[in-house]
């Protein structure tokens, strides 16, 4: 993996953050005033999602076939790199971003409506009948397709320790006795068997996970493109969008000024 590159191209993703923000938030302000039209604001999100897109192209034409380099990239914190789900955040969060946007307790507001047991939610947004209905659907078959990838996941853990690397390890354990046995000093295995096996074992990691963290890709462009084109107005677009932005780079600047703050403490001798 190139790592140059690789900082380079998360760094260019987040001044695309930082700018796409800055832009949403104007043409929020815009609409609220009524200086935008419809067609305007269409545009704004329309370029927020080609960001998105891009940056997915761009970061997987630098790692090819390697999905370990999405799942725990080392220029993230340790906090980011903790909530991550297969390279970027649950496409669910946007949906349950909307339901905070919209005003507290509208997520249970809305399944109430949804099966009839309710009042029509009212919420900040002005999120109509029918966009509740669209929005319920589209959140249960995100998490539908979210809980699919994540037990093909733990599959492809448990499958790349049960086999082959558990026998391979087992092989090499065996190897290396044979070795010290006859006299060996290190207990190495020569190239072209078992290190070959493990290298084989490992690539076909990695390729699984890719596709993984692929699909998920998806999942995340699916579901935002779903609530930002064909579910909410122009107007509730920018605004989610906006607020996605915002959560994405708060949570990156307060864990880099708390892990850096605790990162110094601990250069000094003080328990951070």
Same mark, same amino acid.
């Given at each position: ?152 996941? !733990?599959? %492809?853990?448990?499958? =790349? *320790? ?9 092989? $090499? +354990?065996? @190897? &290396? ?29 990695? !390729?699984? %996970?890719?596709?993984? =963290? *692929? ?9 935002? $493109? +779903?609530? @930002? &084109? ?43």
């Amino acid at each position: 993996m190139d790592m140059e590159r690789s900082v380079a191209c998360y760094r260019r993703w987040i001044a695309g953050q930082e700018a796409g923000l800055a832009e949403l938030v104007a043409a929020s302000a815009n609409a609220a005033a009524g200086r935008a039209t419809d067609a305007e604001l269409r545009a704004v999100v329309a370029r927020c999602m080609l960001g998105y897109q891009d940056y997915v192209a761009g970061r997987r034409a630098l790692w090819p076939g390697d999905g370990t380099a999405f799942v725990a990239p080392p220029w993230c914190t340790a906090f980011e790199r903790s909530v991550l789900w297969l390279g970027g955040c649950r496409p669910s969060l946007t949906i349950r971003l909307l339901y905070n946007l919209s005003g507290e307790g509208l997520e249970v507001q809305v399944q109430e409506f949804v099966n009839g047991r309710g009042p029509l939610p009212r919420g900040r947004m002005g999120i109509t009948p029918g966009q509740l209905v669209l929005i319920n659907d589209l959140h249960r078959r995100t998490l539908h397709q979210e809980h699919a990838l994540s037990g093909r996941l !733990a599959t %492809l853990h448990e499958d =790349v *320790a049960d086999s082959p690397l558990f026998p391979i390890v087992r092989q $090499r +354990a065996a @190897a &290396t006795a044979v070795q010290l046995a006859a006299g060996g000093c290190d207990g190495a295995v020569g190239p072209g068997g078992v290190d070959a096996e493990v290298d084989a074992a490992l690539s076909s990691y990695r !390729a699984g %996970l890719a596709q993984l =963290v *692929a699909e998920a890709d998806e999942l995340r462009m699916e579901t935002a $493109r +779903a609530m @930002a &084109t064909e579910i909410l107005t122009p107007r509730q677009a920018v605004e989610m969008l906006a607020a996605a932005k915002q959560l994405h780079l708060s949570v990156r600047d307060w864990s880099r000024r708390t892990e850096g703050a605790g990162t110094q403490q601990r250069l000094n001798g003080r328990a951070p």
